[in-house]
């Protein structure tokens, strides 16, 4: 190398180094070409296939879960029944076969028992162990609703009558009388007089 020509010097260094980078390539490439060399589409086919036989396997998981789950539902339905619950179904179909057989002959009496029963036990909570207990509901409540005076019906019919606020007719006839004295506050003087008034009013 001669120093004295810098463009001999800048022609020589670029080929030295443009060598050694294509030999570097050459090494890559070599490698590469040793790893073996395949095209894109076949990469993206070979990803579909990984993703297709992913989604079949979680949906295979899901359906013997779901499968599973039906079998557990399944054997619940054969479980035993105790005699005392069966008894118990008997009696509430049984119940509801004769509060449908009355409903369909007495449809009239079953219309007004369904509209009023609720007014009639707020006026008469008492009858509602009464009612529930029965085994007719509906012809229970029927009998006790017409066992009512004409009066009594009237007011089962009308609405509960709303004072206004303050009126005289809301307040107690018995408030005048709770009057409240305060006996330890007065004075033997006041409490000598405060007694012979009371004293005089009996």
């Known amino acids: 190398m001669d120093d004295s020509n810098p463009e001999q010097f800048n022609e020589s260094t670029v080929s030295e180094v443009s060598a050694d980078y294509v030999s570097a390539d050459n090494d890559v490439v070599s490698s590469h070409e040793e790893e073996k060399m395949v095209p894109l589409s076949v990469v993206q086919k070979e990803r579909k296939k990984r993703q297709q036989i992913q989604q079949e396997y979680e949906a295979l998981l899901q359906q013997s879960k779901r499968h599973e789950g039906n079998e557990e539902e399944d054997l619940s339905r054969y479980e035993s029944v105790t005699r005392e619950e ?32 609720e007014n009639f036990l707020r006026s008469r909570p008492n009858l509602a ?72 009013a009996r």
């Open 86 to 117: 069966l008894d118990i179904n008997n009696k509430q179909v049984q119940r509801s076969i004769r509060e449908d057989a009355w409903s369909e002959r007495n449809p009239e009496k079953a219309i007004f028992v369904e509209q009023e029963l």
């Open 129 to 200: 162990p009464a009612i529930s207990n029965a085994t007719n509901r509906v012809q229970e409540a029927w009998e006790l609703m017409n066992a009512l005076s004409g009066k009594e019906k009237q007011n089962l019919k009308a609405k509960p009558r709303q004072d206004a606020p303050l009126s005289p007719s809301s307040v107690p006839k018995g408030a005048a009388l709770n009057e409240t004295t305060d006996v330890m506050n007065m004075s033997d003087s006041e409490f000598r007089e405060w007694r012979k008034g009371k004293r005089k």
